[in-house]
């Protein structure tokens, strides 16, 4: 695995399990783009309301792109305003009249049922981010995207949709979101994991189907992992202490034999994990902290570049 | 006995509801079993769509439902009398069902079963997940054969997401729109003549006329069944809104989850459903109680380079403690709140669930 593997694409689409660190991932991905001088866009669709706790920026993430921090500039899509952009575009001579009956309940409640037309109406605009539809030139989007279980619809809905809809502009979006989202040489998707039971058999799951559709895995980023420093002599000595009465020692005790323990089940998961990633997988420590900074973002990107290089 | 006892007695359906990743299924798990262990007839309903509570039960995922036999439940340490069924929600086949359930004739249902519409894209239609998932649990409350129905939720970031996805769906397929699509093709004889309408003009350029026509059909014929539909997704709030009832919110210490967790409390109280325990699981803190002050030297064990490896493992546990706590302290000030250590091992079977039952129940 090389830096270039990952520079080389436009639209990096971060998945995992909930609650792995999906963004803290896709803002370390941000941050390696600056650190080499290239100008990211982090997206997301989810709203971050200014002053809410995000990392420490204070910006918040809203509709409009702004800058968070360096090169990266952030910005939420929402499908509501994606769609009528996307009419406003593609309908531009007629926009004066459609606006008016853009806001029709007729025609409200059809959007909502129309078949996948705000999924990919949504997609859609975070391709364009960065292929010269924003307000700067990006060189990458990093799309945080929703957890798996509501990634794998957005990412299978064009060849889904596909199948019914036999004319109109839809069909057309629909054709060019496919023509992205499954060229290898563009698009990618990067998975979000951590060393836990259920999350390594969820994990293994995504990547097969995100596969199975057709949209390449980059690699799968394993958060979260516990790297002890103890040796095995180390261990030997600690576990002969058995429990101590001294509650400050215990504490002391207990919480390096959980380190140790947690060791041995994020190598036993990392394992599992690169051998179904084909070698494809990258670690990140556990960072033993309540609430990651803007800091520790940047440490993460280091991490993952290291692992990025190959050894001379 | 503590306040989670008496829900596991007195209400006859428990929904964990909470965000993605803070261990609902694990919770949801762990209820269900109790329910088993006080003598009830328990049904875990997942409507997680990666079916994990199944497995986390020791349930394989391809099974649609199941029963955890009583040796499996008397061997991790559960008593009484009581059983567990486990149920994962299959939208389309649950939309099938509730559609032949309500329409006043085989041929009328067929005629939407049938539709290419509905075929591909019923299931994927805003809501239609989240509908379902309550119309199962309608269903299987209906069907009288449990004491005690916990529900596992999709993870929510608003309550939005979830209990008004009916609501939203609801008002997709009751639209006062749709319907004056029907009564102006009443009106002027046929399919073609709607194409005079401006609107229906602009969404056959999007979609072309295939899919709309379709969508027409569909939308047209579903007109017989969505009365029925209607009344059993008002069945379905009142139930949620009922003393039968009860949400549980899962919960970690973290930002944003911890802040997405109270307004999504503050949400189900203004809509008048009932939440009064906030289960905040994994937390480190509650893990080790001992973790106080600072550690003689001299009684850790090894050479200076050892001790130094000890001391700084202990700070970096020692950071999330501390944040952990002060955390906790603050919010128990507010909440009922029940806090569930991390495990050093994993929880992967019964008997990790049962373990962690004492710090929910007496």
Not at chain 1, 297 to 307: C, G, S
Not at chain 2, 121 to 131: K, N, Q, T, V, W
Not at chain 2, 263 to 288: F, K, M, P, Q, W
Not at chain 2, 297 to 304: F, H
Request: charged share 25%.
């Amino acid at each position: 695995m090389e830096l270039s593997e990952l520079f080389d694409k436009k639209l990096i689409v971060v998945t995992g399990k909930g609650g792995v660190g999906k963004s803290a991932v896709s803002l370390a991905l941000s941050y390696l783009n600056s650190a080499h001088g290239r100008r990211p866009v982090y997206t997301t669709l989810e709203h971050v309301e200014k002053g809410s706790y995000f990392f420490g920026y204070e910006t918040g993430v809203n509709e409009k792109e702004q800058l968070l921090d360096d090169n990266i500039s952030a910005v939420s899509i929402q499908p509501n305003t994606a769609l009528r952009d996307y009419i406003h575009e593609h309908f531009v001579a007629l926009y004066p009249v459609y606006a008016t009956i853009l806001k029709s309940k007729t025609l409200q409640t059809f959007f909502e049922a129309a078949p996948g037309l705000k999924e990919l109406i949504t997609i859609g605009k975070v391709w364009h981010l960065g292929n010269r539809g924003g307000k700067r030139e990006y060189d990458q989007v990093i799309f945080d995207a929703p957890s798996t279980g509501h990634a794998i619809p957005i990412l299978n809905l064009p060849s889904k949709v596909l199948g019914m809809v036999r004319g109109g502009a839809l069909r057309e979006h629909i054709e060019w979101v496919e023509g992205f989202l499954k060229d290898p040489g563009k698009t990618a998707v990067v998975v979000v994991a951590a060393p836990e039971d259920m999350v390594v058999r969820e994990t293994i799951e995504l990547i097969e189907s995100v596969e199975s559709i057709g949209i390449k895995v980059l690699f799968t980023v394993v958060n979260n992992v516990y790297d002890s420093e103890f040796s095995k002599g180390e261990e030997e000595i600690i576990r002969g202490m058995g429990i101590p009465e001294e509650p400050g020692i215990r504490a002391v005790i207990e919480t390096a034999m959980d380190q140790i323990g947690r060791s041995e089940i994020s190598r036993k998961y990392m394992r599992k994990i690169r051998s179904v990633s084909g070698g494809r997988a990258l670690s990140i420590r556990r960072i033993f902290k309540n609430n990651l900074t803007q800091a520790d973002l940047k440490n993460i990107a280091e991490e993952i570049e290291e692992q990025l290089t190959p050894d001379s | 006995m503590s306040g989670l006892d008496a829900i596991v007695e007195e209400k006859k359906v428990v929904v964990c509801i909470g965000s993605g990743g803070v261990g609902k299924t694990t919770i949801s798990s762990i209820f269900a079993l109790e329910g088993a262990n006080k003598g009830k007839k328990t049904l875990a309903l997942t409507v997680d769509p990666s079916k994990r509570l199944a497995q986390s039960l020791g349930i394989s995922s391809a099974s649609e439902s199941a029963k955890i036999s009583k040796r499996r439940l008397k061997n991790a340490g559960y008593g009484g009398s009581g059983e567990l069924a486990v149920r994962v929600l299959e939208v389309k086949k649950t939309f099938d069902h509730l559609i032949r359930k309500v329409a006043r004739s085989s041929e009328e249902s067929e005629r939407i079963l049938q539709n290419d519409y509905y075929k591909s894209i019923a299931d994927s239609i805003a809501g239609a997940h989240e509908y379902m998932a309550m119309e199962t649990l309608l269903s299987a409350y209906e069907e009288g054969d449990y004491d005690l129905i916990v529900v596992d939720t999709p993870p929510s970031e608003h309550l939005s997401a979830f209990l008004r996805a009916p609501l939203r769906m609801n008002a997709i397929l009751d639209s006062a729109g749709f319907k004056s699509f029907f009564l102006m093709d009443k009106l002027s004889f046929g399919f073609t003549r709607v194409f005079t309408s401006m609107s229906l003009k602009f969404i056959q350029k999007i979609v072309g006329v295939d899919v709309l026509h379709d969508m027409w059909r569909f939308f047209s014929d579903f007109e017989a069944v969505s009365e029925g539909i209607k009344e059993r997704a008002e069945r379905t709030y009142e139930l949620l809104g009922s003393d039968d009832t009860c949400f549980i919110l899962v919960t970690n210490l973290k930002e944003p989850t911890l802040g997405n967790t109270l307004d999504l409390r503050e949400e189900l109280h203004s809509d008048g459903y009932s939440a009064e325990a906030i289960v905040v699981n994994r937390t480190v803190a509650e893990r080790y109680p001992s973790a106080v002050g600072n550690p003689n030297m001299a009684k850790l064990p090894g050479d200076k380079k050892l001790k130094d490896k000890l001391i700084r493992n202990y700070k970096s546990y020692k950071n999330v403690i501390d944040a952990e706590a002060g955390i906790l302290k603050e919010l128990t000030l507010d909440y009922k709140c029940h806090a569930i250590p991390e495990l050093s091992t994993e929880v992967k079977g019964l008997k990790d669930l049962y373990s962690l039952r004492k710090y929910l129940f007496g």
